[in-house]
């Protein structure tokens, strides 16, 4: 009952909430990205060890490294979790522009008044 | 019929919240125990910790996560700098076509 | 934009630069890399694009000078990889000389290559400014 998994799964409710209930495009898009950002949450505190320390050499962990090796948390998931937050940012951008276009040629933002197929 | 539709979306996200918090909170390793992944009857150890014990002297980086995006996981970042293209290229298009259309 | 806006960001704009250089080529040895630090330099450029408008900022960095930087970016990515082919093994594969663990210039071609990365977010970030904002 620790308090990463918690608000991760709020963060991935509150996404959820959000797409099922607003009635604006751009609403939509932040409720993904929230959504994203919960994943992403408990993606990390999954590699977490008790009294760890960053994966990462400083000056005074280079003569011993096995008891380096023995002291970090997970360095995997980080490395994953940073390649999905550049690829969140395509989509968010993706999807910006495609609603742009649909109020341009719409003049509307409600996704339920977009659904005829030529105006 | 809008009235019953939103108090049934209203259930089912509540519903959906609850379920996700007791299942995240009773995962089998507790929270804190990183080496130990429990698969069946056996506890193994996990690519990570292989990652730490040989990362700095095989490629001579003092940060570990960077020499696991280039070096151990090249092929997954080369992918992300196409996806990268690939939607500058698309939000190009998309406003090209727009001020066309005008 | 007022007077204070502007001339705050003129003054501002040069350490923020220098900051998002920084991040990018000590990328092995703290924290960050090529895609935080590509993305403090667009940061900066934006920031002047804010107080300015748009068609200044054209003015000194054109679209197609900005796709050129996308393109340099990707070409040293790929130069690199097939580096490693004909010198060594495999694609990507490390040839250069590795150094001390903890100097600058160790970790044989991963400072390279978060340079490419570097330039390569850069430039997106740029372009997708200049797409949205220039009606």
Same mark, same amino acid.
């Given at each position: ?54 994966p990462i050499v400083t000056?005074?962990?280079t003569?011993?490294l096995?008891?380096?090796?023995? *002291?970090?948390?997970?360095p995997l998931?980080?490395a994953?979790?940073l ?20 109020? *341009? ?9 977009? *659904? *005829?197929?030529?105006? | ?13 509540? !519903? ?34 292989q990652y730490l014990e040989n990362a700095p002297q095989q490629t001579g980086a003092a940060n570990v996560v960077t020499s696991i995006v280039w070096g151990y996981r090249g092929y997954d970042t080369l992918?992300e700098s196409?996806?990268?293209?690939? !939607? ?5 298009? !998309?406003?090209? !076509? ?5 | ?21 920084y991040i990018v080529l000590h990328g092995h040895l703290t924290p960050g890399g090529g895609f935080?630090g590509?993305? =403090? =330099? ?15 900022? &054209? &003015?000194?960095?054109?679209?197609? &000078? +900005? ?6 970016g990707s070409a040293t990515i790929a130069v690199i990889g097939i580096l490693g082919i004909l010198l060594g093994a495999y694609f990507l594969q490390n040839v250069f000389p590795l150094g001390e663990l903890g100097k600058l210039f160790s970790a044989g071609n991963l400072a390279l290559l978060y340079i490419g990365v570097g330039l390569k977010?850069? +430039?997106? =970030?740029?372009?997708?400014?200049? +797409?949205?904002?220039?009606?």
């Amino acid at each position: 009952m620790s308090l990463n998994y918690v608000i991760a799964m709020l963060l991935i409710t509150l996404g959820l909430y959000c797409l099922l209930f607003k009635r604006n495009l751009i609403k939509l898009i932040i409720g993904l990205s929230v959504m994203t950002d919960g994943i992403h949450l408990f993606l990390i505190s999954m590699g977490y060890r008790t009294g760890g320390i960053a994966p990462i050499v400083t000056g005074e962990s280079t003569s011993n490294l096995p008891n380096f090796a023995s *002291r970090a948390v997970d360095p995997l998931p980080q490395a994953l979790v940073l390649t999905s937050i550049v690829i969140n940012i395509c989509i968010t951008a993706m999807a910006l522009s495609l609603s742009i276009y649909a109020y *341009r040629h719409y003049g509307t933002l409600d996704p339920s008044k977009i *659904r *005829r197929l030529s105006e | 019929m809008e009235k019953v539709q939103r108090a049934l979306a209203l259930v089912l996200v509540i !519903a959906v919240g609850v379920f996700l918090t007791l299942t995240a909170s009773s995962i089998e390793p507790p929270f804190g125990s990183f080496p130990l992944r429990q698969v069946g009857t056996e506890i193994e150890t996990s690519v990570g910790q292989q990652y730490l014990e040989n990362a700095p002297q095989q490629t001579g980086a003092a940060n570990v996560v960077t020499s696991i995006v280039w070096g151990y996981r090249g092929y997954d970042t080369l992918g992300e700098s196409t996806v990268l293209f690939t !939607a500058v290229v698309g939000v190009l298009m !998309a406003f090209r !076509a727009m001020r066309r259309n005008e | 934009m007022t007077i204070i806006v502007r001339t705050t960001s003129r003054l501002l704009f040069p350490f923020i630069f220098l900051f998002g250089v920084y991040i990018v080529l000590h990328g092995h040895l703290t924290p960050g890399g090529g895609f935080p630090g590509g993305v =403090i =330099i667009a940061a900066s450029v934006v920031m002047l694009i804010l107080a300015y408008g748009i068609e200044r900022a &054209q &003015q000194r960095v054109s679209i197609l &000078q +900005a796709e050129m930087l996308d393109i340099i970016g990707s070409a040293t990515i790929a130069v690199i990889g097939i580096l490693g082919i004909l010198l060594g093994a495999y694609f990507l594969q490390n040839v250069f000389p590795l150094g001390e663990l903890g100097k600058l210039f160790s970790a044989g071609n991963l400072a390279l290559l978060y340079i490419g990365v570097g330039l390569k977010v850069t +430039a997106s =970030i740029l372009l997708i400014f200049y +797409a949205m904002l220039s009606d």
